[in-house]
């Protein structure tokens, strides 16, 4: 478990959460881009909940460790769609060779 810090607010979640979390902010950030994400976490009050943090070059996070022995909430999917989104962007793929356009003389006025 990982202490999210956004604002004002801190929550609890897992550690693979925390971190997918603080990569994906980097990376958008890196990219002059902004999204939202949603994850659930534990509040203060032991509540658990989905937290929606705005991330941008702006935002503010900051995780840390607990030594906390609560169960973390099952963030699996959030963490896997977040893991895709930073590959996408960091990887993007190249055009395949055999998608490329290629000029027909038909195409192009004036050539016989």
Do not use: C
């Not at 939202?36 to 509540?47: A, E, F, K, Y």
């Not at 937290?51 to 973390?72: G, H, Q, R």
């Not at 000029?103 to 192009?108: A, C, E, H, L, T």
Request: aromatic share 4%; no cysteine.
């Amino acid at each position: 478990m990982k202490h999210v810090t956004y604002g004002e607010k801190s929550v609890l979640m897992g550690d693979d959460a925390a971190d997918v979390l603080l990569e994906y902010a980097r990376v958008v950030a890196d990219n002059d881009r902004a999204d939202t994400v949603t994850l659930q976490s534990i509040s203060p009050d032991g509540n658990t909940v989905d937290s929606a943090f705005l991330l941008n070059a702006s935002t503010i996070l900051m995780i840390e460790s607990t030594n906390s022995e609560l169960n973390p909430p099952d963030n699996t999917e959030t963490v896997t769609e977040l893991q895709d989104r930073i590959d996408a962007m960091t990887r993007p793929t190249a055009p395949m060779s055999e998608d490329r356009w290629q000029p027909d003389d038909q195409d192009i006025p004036g050539l016989r």
